[in-house]
């Protein structure tokens, strides 16, 4: 069975970098080799339910104001149109439309898997994430997915736990800010004790509406976490928090310790 994971994306410029969260990000592909992925993006956002379902999904360069060097990048991953239907049959009644030609592979997921499968050899699926539905009806679709694992399909969550992008600090040794810092480590506990319920719903204190101002990025954890058995702990692969208010805490679900 393989396991799941959620991967911190952080700046676009990650996918050209060289530094912790690229190596772990390495580090990890070197331990999972899953026949596909189901990729959770904090930047594809749906109206309804959708996954795609087109042979070569496009590289979608969805970022301004970055150096041409990234919006060079491609990541040919191939797609795989019957793990899609899989995807459409294991989230009945739930209505998903296969999208053949609309959307692709965006920055949250490609940079970081060219990273974990710099070849782009292994196919790649994304999951739209349905703007209408709460954090609890993410959690609870995210679990019929389950069976994915034993065929061999990595399901993999894209995004930040902590994104306040109004609150960024541009210098590269910026601290994190308090309300960040705390918001991180109430994650990093519920996580360890498995303590789901304090994840979909975290408290609404100030630290989780500064860390958590919009719920994008903060879903894919949702679908990463949904797939934990009541005997796997969470293993921590990575954590920090950049430009004082971007959280970098990776996660892998179901992988021996």
Not at 126 to 140: I, T
Not at 213 to 226: G, K, N, S
Not at 232 to 257: C, K, N, T, Y
Request: charged share 25%.
């Amino acid at each position: 069975m393989l396991p799941s994971v959620f991967l911190a994306h952080g700046s676009p410029m990650n996918a050209l970098a060289d530094n912790r969260y690229t190596r772990a990000w390495r580090a990890f592909g070197e331990r999972v080799r899953p026949r596909a992925v189901l990729a959770v993006s904090a930047h594809w956002v749906t109206r309804g339910a959708a996954v795609t379902a087109m042979e070569r999904p496009r590289t979608i360069h969805d970022f301004g104001n970055f150096p041409r060097e990234l919006f060079e990048v491609e990541y040919p991953a191939p797609g795989d149109p019957r793990l899609a239907r899989r995807v459409q049959e294991l989230l009945a009644p739930t209505p998903v439309s296969l999208d053949r030609d609309q959307w692709g592979l965006d920055h949250g997921t490609w940079s970081v898997l060219r990273h974990v499968y710099p070849q782009a050899d292994v196919p790649v699926v994304q999951l739209g994430l349905d703007a209408a539905l709460s954090a609890r009806e993410h959690y609870e679709l995210a679990q019929r997915l389950r069976p994915l694992r034993d065929e061999g399909v990595l399901i993999a969550g894209f995004g930040n736990v902590v994104h306040n992008l109004r609150r960024l600090d541009w210098d590269e040794n910026a601290v994190p800010a308090p309300w960040a810092g705390h918001f991180n480590r109430r994650v990093d506990a519920a996580l360890r004790s498995r303590d789901h319920a304090a994840l979909i719903e975290p408290v609404g204190d100030e630290a989780t509406r500064l860390s958590v101002p919009t719920p994008e990025h903060y879903w894919p954890l949702l679908y990463a976490l949904a797939q934990q058995g009541q005997d796997e702990r969470a293993q921590i692969l990575i954590d920090g928090i950049e430009h004082a208010s971007i959280g970098m805490l990776s996660v892998l679900f179901g992988a021996p310790q």
